[in-house]
């Protein structure tokens, strides 16, 4: 295979032929399918029982009715669980993977899926294997075969076949499978087989069959639902009991306990939860936050202490070198931005100066350089790490261009770059011999130089200089090589050629969202690879850290871990609680600073774009990835994925999840509250001795009109203005707190008790029972549309929220009413719920008791907030 890989027509033919590079996906639902799943309820059996039951007894009517509820609830259980599940597959779409081919000879970013055979692919670690590949040649090669063999420890690889054949997939050295991840080192390989016809393929059924777990929430809502209903159940039999010891009919008796039950215990929660966490879920992706974990959502309230990257996050992610420093005292200016290659190199000297020192260094930086930066056809093509594609558009400022480069100075060996190791190095044969160079962090490139006391002590005060201005700093150097030594071997010895200072401009936003989060608050920490002069600049302009603050390097956490290790003195607690800037660490030492957080009380989002990042972002409350320059590995170790990279669109996603978990609890109060009413309205015709209040059917037909139509646009609450002003929610409060208990109580005992005085009131003035049942259903249904409106914020008055903020709510309301109200003058329909037409004096009259509840809950609001 040519090093130019396929061309654009090949590939394009291939892809016809072998089709796109896609395992099938887990089919999703039929609508039939969830219309089906709706009847797997012990509820919904209890129901059907009651029908079955009812045409024993004679009452058709009964039992017809029962059974169109439960096709009605399923039909709009089905159309909310429909639109959920696409609603998370076209989420799932959203973040697709991406992998490096060579076509044409130029270097591109492709999904996946257009892979065909014959691609040469190019991995890095964190990428994931996007087919099975045959290796060409790799270095440092590690993969994690877990998904295929089940063996924990990653494969070492090689591109040399092994001397035996093996069929077996843990013993294929030079093969690469689909699914699997590089964890180390780099490779060179071409795909072999695609899609169903990789190893993965040939097990995706069994992979694609796999049930998803529920998320934390969800169970719990369950649960709780199951504790609720036992606790309805046991009161309901109290209830039948004395109801049937009065002497009432039995299949009334036993349909009014069926039906009572069904309208008090929540049993649609669970689907309404899922609709809004759906509805949450797409809110939050226009936000540029994807959910990969539904607990997230829940977590993202509770979250105090955010441990932030620093670039691409709270900067841009454009690398500029705008200052150079040579070994001999020589200094440069560089003009231009990001990867423009229109700028100058200015010397700050007037005299004119050798340029050759600063060739060296310039080809010193292309050389020991993944990156791609290609004049092709009049335009640009730039590929790579951000500090590699700097020194390249360097290089291009100066008139070197990579490819002639590259050409000219063939590469013998080379390290490539690793965060663990701090630098990358390039053997590269020159005119006058091998030429071995290093490019790093100062510190790791300066242990290779025998630099004298006097040019060391220059090139830490050129360091803190460039740093003190907020210039991220790296250095390069270079000695005469042996081609025939291993490249490790020859890193002594090295002379200095240099220092490049490079800015990465701060996000505009970056300041802002920093700012709400302090008013929200939650801490927030840089945590950074680079100098601590240079964090501290960043930070100090981004009111992280003012001017009394100092940064904890790697080296002090490296020895408070030591110590703790010693005699458990408390020694990193002390020192991550000093800084809000964390310098020069490294991938393990990021994992110990959210460890110690989490220890000592706080929850922690941390953002992460490497493979030695996973950890931190596994171990940590919220882990959020990078959805641009994030790696694979990082990313399924998430729970969050912003696709923009942006530290406001994660403030923005803390914003949104905080208004999905209201709205979930919003949902949760309107069904407990208008449950236990309709309970407290039975319990007290009951004790004194009065009729049943509402036939089962009436109860059916409340539920179906009020609940069925308003707890989802509940879901639909936009934002109340404050939720980045409130303390975040402490980590174990449940979702059913002391609030809600309180607002619960208070509203169940005034719709049922004014509904129970409204009831006993006719019958002591003589109205007959069937007249006196017509009113307090339209009562209870006056109450429960005025009740969605209590149910919109637990502290704002109901005064404070536009009424038309969420016209899906008070769309449902009207339609509620105006369902009762048709069905009060259609014949047939009013005959079966026995129910007629009230005058607009007594429906009037209703409306008015109805709305003391918004009284009381506004009296509660008012109370709690006086005493807050």
């Not at 004194?688 to 639909?716: E, H, K, M, R, S």
């Not at 980590?731 to 005992?749: C, D, S």
Request: net charge negative; charged share 20%.
């Amino acid at each position: 295979m040519e090093q130019t890989g396929l061309n654009a027509a090949q590939a394009a033919l291939r892809l016809e032929q072998f089709g796109p590079n896609e395992l099938p996906q887990k089919a999703q639902q039929t609508l039939l399918a969830i219309a089906l799943a709706q009847f797997r309820s012990p509820f919904i059996y209890v129901l059907l029982a009651a029908s079955v039951v009812s045409l024993g007894l004679g009452q058709t009517v009964n039992a017809l009715f029962i059974f169109f509820v439960l096709l009605l609830n399923a039909l709009i259980g089905s159309i909310q669980e429909h639109s959920a599940e696409r609603s998370a597959a076209a989420l799932r779409s959203m973040v697709p993977q991406f992998t490096s081919v060579i076509r044409d000879g130029i270097t591109l970013r492709i999904e996946v899926q257009q892979l065909v055979p014959g691609d040469l692919v190019m991995l890095v670690s964190g990428d994931r294997v996007g087919a099975d590949m045959q290796l060409i040649r790799c270095q440092d090669l590690l993969v994690d075969e877990s998904l295929l063999t089940g063996e924990s420890v990653a494969a070492e690889k090689s591109a040399t076949p092994p001397d035996q054949p093996s069929a077996s997939l843990a013993e294929q050295r030079d093969r690469l499978f689909a699914g699997t991840i590089v964890t180390h080192g780099r490779a060179y390989a071409e795909v072999t087989e695609t899609g169903m016809a990789t190893q993965l393929g040939q097990i995706a059924e069994g992979i694609t069959q796999e049930q998803t777990a529920k998320p934390p929430l969800l169970k719990r809502i369950e649960a709780f639902t199951l504790r609720i209903s036992v606790a309805v159940l046991i009161v309901i039999a109290l209830l039948f009991l004395i109801t049937l010891s009065r002497g009432e009919p039995l299949a009334q008796v036993f349909l009014m306990g069926v039906a009572l039950a069904v309208s008090a215990i929540p049993e649609g929660l669970p689907a309404a939860i899922t609709v809004a966490l759906a509805i949450g879920m797409r809110r939050m992706s226009r936000a540029g936050v994807i959910v990969r974990r539904l607990v997230a959502v829940e977590s993202l309230g509770s979250c105090t202490y955010i441990a932030s990257d620093k670039t691409g996050t709270l900067t841009v992610n454009e690398l500029t070198a705008r200052e150079i420093w040579l070994a001999n005292d020589q200094r440069y200016r560089v003009s231009g931005e990001g990867l423009d290659e229109h700028g100058e190199i200015e010397s700050l000297y007037s005299e004119a100066v050798d340029e050759e020192p600063l060739r060296a260094l310039i080809e010193c930086a292309s050389l020991t350089n993944e990156a791609e930066y290609r004049l092709i056809d009049s335009e640009r093509i730039a590929n790579g790490d951000g500090v590699d594609l700097a020194f390249l558009v360097l290089a291009a400022k100066f008139g070197i261009e990579q490819s002639e480069l590259q050409h000219r100075h063939t590469e013998l060996q080379s390290i490539p770059y690793e965060s663990e190791r701090g630098f990358s190095a390039s053997l590269n044969q020159y005119a006058d011999g091998p030429r071995l160079m290093v490019k790093g962090s100062l510190e790791q490139v300066l242990a290779m130089c025998p630099a004298s006391e006097a040019l060391q002590l220059e090139i830490q005060q050129q360091l803190l200089e460039m740093a003190q201005r907020g210039l991220r700093v790296l250095a390069c150097a270079s000695r005469d090589a042996d081609p025939n030594l291993d490249i490790e071997s020859q890193l002594t010895g090295l002379n200095v050629l240099g220092l490049v200072g490079m800015i990465d401009p701060l996000r505009p936003e970056s300041a802002a969202a920093i700012a709400e989060c302090r008013a929200a608050k939650i801490e927030v920490a840089m945590v950074t690879g680079d100098h601590p002069q240079t964090a501290l600049a960043i930070a100090r302009e981004l009111k992280i850290a003012d001017k009394q603050t100092e940064a904890v390097t790697g080296t002090q956490i490296a020895a408070a871990v030591a110590a703790d290790e010693e005699s458990e003195s408390g020694a990193l607690s002390r020192l991550v609680a000093s800084t809000r800037v964390f310098a020069r660490i490294e991938p393990t030492q990021k994992l110990q600073i959210v460890q110690q957080l989490i220890k000592d009380g706080e929850f922690v989002a941390v953002t992460g774009d490497g493979v030695n990042d996973a950890p931190a972002l596994h171990n940590a409350h919220v882990g959020i990835a990078m959805g641009l320059r994030g790696t694979d590995v990082a990313r399924e170790s998430s729970d969050l994925i912003i696709t923009d990279d942006n530290f406001a669109s994660i403030v923005e996603g803390i914003k949104q999840g905080r208004i999905v978990y209201n709205n979930i609890r919003k949902v949760i109060f309107l069904l407990i509250s208008t449950g236990a009413a309709e309970i407290t309205l039975f319990i007290l015709s009951v004790l004194f001795g009065l009729p049943i209040p509402l036939f089962p059917i009436q109860l059916l037909w409340l539920n179906l009109v009020t609940n069925g139509i308003q707890d989802v646009a509940l879901a639909f609450e936009p934002a109340e203005g404050d939720e980045l002003k409130r303390r975040p929610r402490p980590p174990k409060e449940p979702i059913f707190n002391r609030l809600m208990v309180e607002r619960v109580l208070i509203n169940a005992v005034v719709m049922g008790g004014l509904a129970f005085a409204v009831f006993a009131w006719q019958i002591g003035n003589g109205v007959d029972v069937e007249s006196a049942r017509n009113i307090t259903l339209l009562l209870m249904v006056l109450f429960e549309n005025v009740h969605v409106l209590n149910s919109r914020s637990e502290t704002r008055s109901v005064f404070r929220i536009s009424l038309f903020s969420n016209p899906f709510l008070i769309g449902g309301m009207l339609a509620a009413q105006a369902i009762h109200i048709i069905a009060m003058h259609t014949p047939g329909l009013s005959t079966l719920l026995d129910i007629e037409p009230v005058s607009f004096s007594t429906w009037g009259t209703l409306l008015g008791i109805a709305l003391i509840l918004i009284v009381v809950d506004e009296l509660h609001k008012l109370m709690k907030h006086r005493g807050a």
